[in-house]
């Protein structure tokens, strides 16, 4: 057992100067721009690496290894008044501007929220994916570490330090969690800027006040619980009694993803059944971020709350089922908890905002992506040179770069297939991934074979020596590019309709605004009370704060930053 005694800070320790402008020299980190998600490099690198954490995940797991570290829990239920504020957020780490906005809202000494006063959070949980798009030291440092620090740079003066107790997600995991223990379980009581960091594993255990208790587990990609985090989870559960309630935080939100995979939901049944149901506790709320928006389901025994807005591009919400039965009847572990329903109550943004904001795919693709739009008209004018060379003679230039059209074909019908079809998605819905991939790959040919049409009928065709190639980088390419991409995003509109490609509509896009977090209360009388706030539009514009206190934000925004209740906070006993 850890105890929450706040520290002193070193009589040593120098502040450093507050930074003067936006220049990484002061600020100690570089501000990125949001992940281009459809970019083709990052597009091959994220897919190697998912492919290579499925099929060798397995080797890269470093969570046996943690338990040659510190296995004690957290004692944090020693307050004052006996209550207590936490702040939730996940899926952070990827522009500045939406990382930085929920920062430094989080960091605010409290937040006046529809006519409420809500306090800071005296515990800070991270609920997963701190960076994008690959784990590293300096991707944390500038996505996630620098932001943060720069948002609460000192302790507060006069109060306990607030503590960061960190889970990882699916994006830390690709390096075996390398850089994720680093930076968070480093040593003890470490810290980012204001908050110190406490744990020494992956995973955590906190007891808070008023018979609560936080569990964090952690799924290497849903696979399985090591030992090791079973045995560190038995231990703390044995403090835990009957007539305790308990906060289980999750990488996933494996009871949606069930609803396409029966068995996603095993694990965390598991975890239930095992380690919490055994003490007599009531798990009274499950909490995951990897969704990129907020939604809550209803059930009679207790609430399922996505919250993954911490500042990653928005994933849409109208395609949410209604209702969900947890764990589903179609899974084949025999001994599964009782099933239950649970209905959706609430999202963020709503289905009539999230279907609307769909529709601007046909816009932000190309303007978020311009690399995937070079690409596809790379790719375009290749298979129309083939097509044109195999229809005519041509010039001898332009059939010695000409490639062999069977080739272009099947890049152009493999690249279709996989990308409707990644390696995550679910058995029981591939037929419909190989169907959607096929056709959009039939279609990129179709519009290659009227570009090549076109192409025939213009005078370039005929010319001699490399003038049709150029006149073909130059002109056609562009052109033939931006039209391919439209015909991706129209495909990426229809297809998510039948829940194919759904990331890949939103991340595409790369929406930045409608971001979320959770506010969440524990009262002395023993309730705790949720307040999901969202946001409608992110900050983009920031001005430097020097001459403020060392604890106050670096740089504040230029603008009001307006944060509004999701819905009526919800009561939990």
Not at 28 to 47: E, Y
Not at 302 to 313: F, K, M
Not at 406 to 412: A, H, N, R, T, Y
Request: aromatic share 10%.
């Amino acid at each position: 057992m850890t105890d929450d005694h706040p520290r002193p800070v070193e009589a040593e320790h120098v502040v450093p100067p507050r930074p003067r402008s936006m220049d990484p020299k002061e600020l100690g980190f570089t501000p990125q721009r949001p992940v281009g998600w459809l970019a083709p490099l990052l597009l091959l690198s994220t897919g190697l690496r998912a492919l290579l954490a499925i099929l060798f995940g397995a080797y890269l797991d470093k969570r046996e290894l943690q338990n040659s570290l510190d296995g004690e829990w957290f004692d944090h239920s020693a307050t004052a008044d006996g209550e207590m504020w936490l702040d939730y957020v996940a899926d952070l780490g990827d522009g500045f501007h939406a990382t930085y906005s929920i920062a430094w809202l989080l960091a605010q000494p409290r937040l006046e929220i529809d006519g409420d006063e809500l306090p800071r959070g005296r515990l800070l949980l991270m609920g997963g994916d701190q960076v994008y798009p690959l784990a590293s030291g300096d991707g944390y440092e500038s996505r996630m570490k620098g932001p943060y620090r720069a948002a609460l740079p000192e302790p507060p003066a006069g109060e306990p330090r607030p503590t960061m107790f960190v889970l990882p997600g699916n994006h830390d995991w690709y390096d075996g969690l390398t850089a994720f223990l680093r930076l968070f379980a480093r040593r003890k009581d470490g810290h980012i800027g204001g908050w110190r960091t406490q744990q020494r594993r992956s995973y955590f255990a906190v007891k808070l006040p008023a018979d609560w208790w936080l569990f964090a587990m952690d799924e290497q990609f849903g696979a399985y619980i090591d030992d090791p985090q079973l045995l560190y989870f038995e231990k703390a559960a044995r403090h835990v009694g009957p007539q305790d309630r308990v906060i289980l935080m999750t990488p996933s939100p494996k009871w949606v993803k069930a609803a396409d995979d029966p068995n996603a939901y095993d694990a965390t049944d598991y975890f239930i059944r095992t380690i919490l149901a055994p003490t007599g506790a009531n798990v009274r709320v499950l909490v995951s971020g990897d969704l990129h928006h907020y939604a809550r389901y209803d059930g009679p025994d207790r609430q399922l709350i996505t919250c993954g807005g911490g500042g990653a591009y928005l994933l849409g919400t109208h395609q949410l089922p209604g209702k969900l039965t947890v764990p589903p009847e179609e899974t084949l572990t025999r001994s599964k908890s009782r099933s239950r329903e649970y209905e959706l109550k609430s999202r963020f943004p709503d289905a009539a905002t999230s279907r609307r904001m769909s529709w601007g795919v046909f816009r932000r693709v190309p303007a978020r992506n311009p690399g995937f739009a070079t690409m596809l008209g790379i790719i375009q004018t290749l298979t129309m040179l083939a097509m044109a060379g195999a229809a005519s003679q041509g010039g001898s230039i332009q059939r010695l770069f000409t490639i062999p059209l069977g080739l272009m074909v099947f890049i152009i019908l493999a690249g279709t297939v996989l990308f409707a079809r990644p390696p995550g998605a679910a058995f029981n819905n591939h037929a419909r991934h190989w169907l959607f991939g096929l056709g959009h790959g039939f279609a990129q040919i179709g519009l290659a074979i009227l570009g090549t049409w076109v192409w025939l009928q213009l005078p370039p065709h005929n010319w001699t020596g490399p003038a049709p190639l150029a006149v073909a980088a130059v002109i056609y390419l562009p052109i033939i590019g931006f039209l391919s991409t439209q015909l991706c995003a129209l495909y990426l509109l229809i297809a998510g309709q039948f829940q194919v490609n759904v990331n890949e509509l939103f991340a595409g896009q790369g929406i930045e605004d409608a971001k979320s977090f959770l506010r969440l209360h524990i009262a002395a009388d023993g309730s705790l009370t949720i307040h999901p706030i969202g946001i409608d539009k992110i900050c983009k514009k920031w001005a430097p704060d020097p001459d403020a206190e060392p604890h106050s934000s670096w740089l504040r925004p230029d603008a009001p930053l307006v944060a509004h209740r999701i819905e009526t906070p919800i009561r939990v006993r």
